[in-house]
């Protein structure tokens, strides 16, 4: 068998490179050593084995589990059932299938450094990332849109957004993102292994200058800029209504109510805003180098990026915990499942002080 020396590739989330491994006899190890065009084989230690496999075992688990409590409390409680809480739960079901999919098969890449799923199952695997990730993208900018109602039209809110059409909203969210992403694995031909610079056992991104060119429009700067507006726009608001609410704390009851009422809407404003900031963190910085030539950016770089990326999928609920009382107490009646007893879900989990 004739030994490759292929050029620096990526995997198509910023896996390893494809780098000769030499055993202990010197030998070169391939994905597939029955076929002459097999990729070359990277070689982990038992010790690299086990730590990859326990962090990838845990990460998952843990992602799956709090955004599932995400999901069911949302879905349990009644009161819970409000436009910003509906975007919520649809960021934390695209946050558990990355979890619950993408995570295991990135991590057995991780770990094997080849693709053995075949060429279909890799351009079902792009779509799939591709569909999760820019969902995730899609209802950031639907919370920026509604926090920035909320607070900037408070007054016309509830009748502006409502349940109905943030569902209809969420549904376009997904349905989009699936015909864009699935018309955008097909137009770029991932299932085509015609490329003679390509090896068999990889699973790599392959995008011509026009799709880069409309995938850097319509999956990074349209959606940043609308999201960056609108918080913009929100804390500046904020912060006019601070001082007129400061003025007048000497006026009339009413006063006070708006005042409570503007608390409620600022703070959470905040907490989607950390959300959003430490989402565009992670997306920016790894969109950026996706963009980028391979030759250009080292692949543990990627590496890292890649699971900082997924890592982030994990982190929202705990934001949640953090800032959100109802979160702590739906949780509690989770796990001891009170959640079973009869009429649990009309239960006003909002002003629960129990």
């Not at 569909?131 to 995730?136: A, H, I, K, N, Y």
């Not at 969420?170 to 989009?176: E, K, M, P, R, V």
């Not at 026009?210 to 995938?215: E, N």
């Not at 989402?279 to 990627?302: E, Q, V």
């Amino acid at each position: 068998m004739k030994e490759q020396k292929g050029e620096k590739k990526y995997s198509l989330t910023g896996g390893d490179p494809l780098m000769a491994c030499e055993t202990d006899k010197h030998e070169t190890q391939y994905c597939f050593p029955a076929i002459n065009s097999s990729c070359i084989k990277g070689k982990r230690s038992r010790h690299e084995y086990n730590i990859i496999y326990m962090f990838v075992l845990l990460l998952s688990a843990w992602t799956v589990f709090l955004n599932l409590l995400v999901i069911i409390s949302i879905s349990h409680f009644k009161k819970l059932h409000t436009p910003t809480n509906l975007i919520i739960l649809s960021l934390a079901v695209a946050d558990m299938l990355i979890g619950l999919i993408v995570i295991p098969i990135e991590g057995i890449k991780q770990i094997e450094t080849c693709w053995y799923f075949g060429d279909t199952y890799c351009g079902l695997f792009v779509i799939i990332v591709r569909l999760l990730l820019s969902t995730s993208l899609c209802n950031l900018v639907l919370i920026a849109v509604d926090r920035f109602m909320a607070v900037c039209y408070s007054l016309i809110y509830p009748q502006k957004i409502t349940v109905t059409k943030t569902l209809i909203s969420i549904c376009l969210c997904w349905f989009s993102c699936s015909v864009y992403n699935i018309w955008y694995v097909i137009s770029n031909g991932y299932f085509n292994t015609s490329d003679k610079t390509l090896c068999y056992g990889q699973c790599i991104v392959l995008i011509t200058n026009a799709w880069k060119f409309i995938d850097l429009i319509f999956s990074f700067l349209f959606p940043c800029t609308v999201i960056i507006t609108a918080y913009l726009r929100i804390f500046y608001v904020v912060q006019q209504q601070v001082k007129v609410i400061n003025a007048q704390m000497k006026g009339v009851k009413c006063v006070m109510e708006v005042s409570v009422k503007r608390k409620s809407e600022s703070k959470a404003a905040l907490t989607l805003g950390i959300i959003v900031t430490a989402y565009l963190l992670c997306w920016i910085p790894f969109y950026i180098c996706s963009l980028t030539k391979p030759t250009a950016i080292s692949s543990n770089t990627m590496t890292f990026l890649t699971w900082t990326f997924h890592i982030n999928s994990g982190l929202n609920p705990i934001v949640y915990a953090l800032f959100y009382r109802w979160f702590k107490i739906s949780v509690k009646h989770i796990v001891t499942f009170r959640i079973f007893q009869p009429a649990s879900s009309l239960m006003d989990i909002i002003t629960d002080h129990s």
